[in-house]
């Protein structure tokens, strides 16, 4: 339901935060899960602070949802010992060093390997 404000005119239009649920801060409190399923079906929570807005609940976009499942995903995976994470300086190692030239093609390697049934 959208609440008309009046503005110093007389007109009347309609906020900007109307069109969303609001919950007080003890509402929200004792309310969570339930506000946090809305956000999750993509509804925005305003956040009150005794009837002044202090702080806006969105859904997260895709993207960043798919970033944080990627992290947890990962971090499970370290915990349980099947990977070790780099720490990310091994950009700057590799662009100090020369690249191997190796004699031959290693295509070619790689065919003779193929036929050769090794």
């Given amino acids: 339901m959208l609440c008309p404000l009046f503005s110093f005119d007389g007109s009347?239009?309609?906020g900007y935060y109307s069109h969303m649920k609001k919950?007080?801060?003890a509402e929200l409190k004792n309310n969570l899960s339930r506000y946090l399923d809305q956000v999750?079906?993509?509804e925005s929570i305003l956040v009150l602070d005794r009837n002044h807005p202090v702080a806006q609940i969105i859904p997260l976009q895709k993207a960043a949802?798919?970033?944080v499942e990627l992290d947890d995903r990962l971090a499970r995976l370290e915990r349980k010992g099947l990977i070790r994470?780099?720490?990310g300086g091994s950009g700057q190692w590799l662009n100090k060093r020369r690249l191997v030239k190796v004699p031959g093609s290693v295509?070619?390697?790689?065919?003779?390997?193929r036929r050769s049934g090794w």
């Fill in 23 to 25: 919950a007080g801060i």
């Fill in 65 to 67: 949802r798919d970033a």
């Fill in 12 to 14: 009347r239009h309609h």
């Fill in 40 to 42: 999750k079906n993509g």
């Fill in 85 to 87: 994470r780099g720490s």
């Fill in 107 to 113: 295509l070619q390697d790689l065919l003779d390997e």
